[in-house]
């Protein structure tokens, strides 16, 4: 009953700091589980040798051995290319596919519609790749083109799964905005289009730039759908290293993936920023 | 007459999905007038106040400026701006930029842009927060804000959506007389929307109080204060005693067991009327001289006077008086002649009046949000 204050405050803080020490203790692993297998392809990317125990020095080697497989760099150029392509339209679509939906004033018809623009998100990739296939390849024999999958089939399949997370990042924006925003606008004398242009989408921008670089990342590392929906005319990187990972893996693939793994890195670093610009705009 | 309707509404209906806001609405509006609509959330204030915006059409009627129709112009061709319930600053401009917004839309040059900003600065208080954030400010300095912006482009007709709703009642006091005060030096007429009576009292010049999508009554605060048309009138402004009563003849009701004289007439013989009775205006007498006879069932102090439940015949009155009575009193009521109120019965009768479930609480109530 009569223990001194100091003594409790003590208590205190060795309790916090053994709770504190857990807790670094828990990161620590969850760190080591995520990262250990990127840590030791990097290291061994810049292994010296063809070997994933013996160790040879640094060395730019296998980056060099990469860059000089026409195979491989046309498949990063293909999925360069199909990703910028992918991101922007589903970006456009799904900007406007939010705003139509933000505008919907009957409850009931809104969430069916967002249950259905979320439903590509649920689906294993793997239905929605057959899906995908089926339906291009039916449509193909039917204006008697046949089989003609390729860049196209491609892009239209990249579009579709990622029009939902661009939807998913805009919409909570305009949500949050003041819905008489635009109607201010008209009031001083802004056309719809105007009001538009110079008030609504200064105020969601960083929501979009979220969006269109959620896409290009999802696009960027595609497999399962890019595997049905393509044919061998149009590769992209994913599908030319699965074909090459068929045979004796070289350290080159190693090279490879270190890059994508920074590229990849340094998007969701991009993305990070973007969203907490967003958030701190919002704080009234 | 004709000449000086700035504004006028003719027969406006609308339904917004399936329930009827307004029917058959006819109002003008003149130049240069201080106008209020009044009345509880979902009477159809705002909606009104959309229609002349131009972000509504009605379903049937007309709406004329000057005269001329313009059912077909888009809001942005109106001569008119609103001041929004929450404001609707623009996040992404700072102050300046907010005020500046409409002024740039008609291609002003870039020195007028800078004095009318000033001017509309200095006019609300605010000429060293131009470069600020709006997020950074007050409430009440987005509304002064939302204020200068409406203001700089000169329009002819100011609307307000319930402007003071979201501030502390200080700031509330405060921003009601500088409104008035802004509305005389700018010569402009304001158009407001509030369902608080004594805002709407405090800064008319007309007061139209709206109920069901239907127009009450039009007229002047004292009016509207003094002359109630009917029961919903007389209990939405102030407070009222509204007792059933008959009218003997002009200028002699009955009510509560009592003959009253009183300055009413135009009734027929023996018509069944409201009787309006203000708490503030019953004097507490003797019993043995009142003219009412009853029991004091609560009483509370407010500072410049007591208010009183008392009981009289089962009827409960609200008396505002400085005379202290203990609760269990037992008093007399006196009632002056042009106390006395008399209204035709109307849909309202009955429903209004009684403060027999009066209770502190009451005025903690409502403070309803129109949607």
């Not at chain 1, 439903?119 to 089926?134: C, E, F, H, K, N």
């Not at chain 2, 159809?44 to 007309?62: C, Y």
């Not at chain 2, 405090?202 to 709206?210: A, F, I, L, R």
């Not at chain 2, 002009?250 to 309006?276: N, P, Q, T, Y």
């Amino acid at each position: 009953m009569t223990k001194p204050q100091g003594a409790e405050h003590r208590l205190a803080r060795t309790q916090r700091g053994k709770g504190a020490w857990v807790s670094a203790m828990y990161a620590l692993i969850i760190f080591l589980f995520l990262y250990a297998p990127m840590v030791v392809m990097v290291v061994i990317s810049f292994n010296g040798k063809n070997s994933i125990v013996e160790m040879d020095g640094f060395s730019f080697r296998w980056y060099k051995e990469f860059a000089e497989n026409r195979a491989l760099m046309t498949g990063l150029r293909n999925t360069l290319i199909l990703a910028l392509c992918a991101s922007g339209a589903a970006t456009l679509i799904g900007t406007a596919a939010a705003i139509a939906l933000d505008a919907w004033k009957k409850s009931l018809t809104r969430s069916a519609l967002m249950v259905v623009t979320d439903i590509p998100m649920m689906a294993p990739d793997i239905v929605t790749g057959i899906s995908m296939m089926l339906m291009f390849v039916l449509f193909g024999t039917i204006v008697g083109n046949g089989g003609s999958l390729g860049f196209g089939t491609l892009l239209i399949a990249h579009i579709t799964f990622c029009v939902p997370y661009v939807i998913l990042s805009v919409l909570p924006r305009l949500r949050q905005m003041d819905p008489h925003l635009a109607e201010a606008a008209m009031d001083l004398g802004c056309t719809p289009f105007a009001a538009f242009r110079r008030v609504v989408l200064p105020n969601i921008t960083s929501s979009i730039v979220t969006g269109a670089l959620m896409a290009f990342t999802l696009s960027l590392d595609d497999f399962v759908i890019s595997h049905f929906t393509t044919s061998g005319s149009f590769n992209t990187l994913p599908l030319e290293i699965y074909s090459i990972t068929r045979k004796p893996v070289r350290p080159s693939i190693f090279a490879l993936s270190t890059l994508i793994f920074v590229g990849i890195f340094l998007l969701l670093l991009l993305i990070n920023f973007a969203q907490s610009r967003a958030e701190r705009k919002t704080i009234r | 007459m004709k000449k000086n309707r700035l504004i006028d509404l003719q027969n406006i209906s609308v339904t917004l999905g399936d329930t009827p806001v307004l029917q058959g609405m006819n109002l003008y509006i003149r130049d240069k007038e201080f106008i209020t609509l009044l009345g509880p959330s979902g009477c159809g204030k705002t909606t009104t106040l959309r229609l002349i915006a131009g972000f509504l059409q009605p379903d049937s009627g007309e709406v004329f400026f000057d005269g001329k129709r313009v059912g077909d112009t888009p809001p942005h061709r109106r001569p008119v701006n609103t001041i929004f319930q929450r404001y609707a600053l623009f996040p992404h401009l700072n102050v300046a930029d907010n005020i500046a917004f409409g002024l740039r839309l008609q291609h002003k040059s870039r020195v007028d842009i800078t004095r009318t900003v000033d001017e509309m600065l200095s006019l609300v208080n605010l000429k060293s927060f131009a470069n600020r954030a709006v997020a950074s400010l007050s409430g009440g300095q987005q509304q002064r804000v939302a204020i200068a912006r409406a203001l700089a482009v000169k329009p002819k007709v100011l609307l307000l959506d319930e402007p003071l709703g979201a501030l502390d009642l200080k700031l509330r006091k405060d921003m009601q007389l500088e409104l008035k005060k802004i509305q005389r030096r700018m010569g402009i007429t304001f158009v407001y929307v509030t369902h608080d009576q004594e805002e709407a009292l405090s800064m008319s010049d007309t007061v139209v109080v709206m109920d069901g999508g239907e127009i009450q009554q039009i007229g002047t605060p004292i009016d509207i204060y003094n002359e109630p048309v009917n029961a919903f009138v007389a209990d939405f402004i102030g407070e009222s005693n509204i007792v059933d009563g008959i009218m003997l003849r002009d200028d002699l009701a009955r009510f509560s067991g009592h003959e009253f004289v009183c300055v009413d007439h135009g009734f027929a013989k023996d018509e069944a009327v409201d009787i309006v009775v203000r708490p503030e205006d019953v004097d507490v007498v003797a019993p043995d001289v009142g003219m009412l006879r009853g029991t004091v069932t609560t009483c509370t102090f407010k500072g410049v006077h007591y208010e009183m439940i008392v009981d009289i015949g089962g009827f409960l009155w609200m008396i505002q008086t400085t005379d202290y009575s203990p609760v269990g009193a037992f008093i007399g009521l006196h009632i002056e002649p042009d106390a006395i109120h008399v209204m035709k019965k109307s849909k309202y009768s009955g429903l209004f009046g009684d403060y027999s479930c009066f209770t502190e609480e009451y005025y903690e109530l409502s403070e309803p949000e129109e949607a």
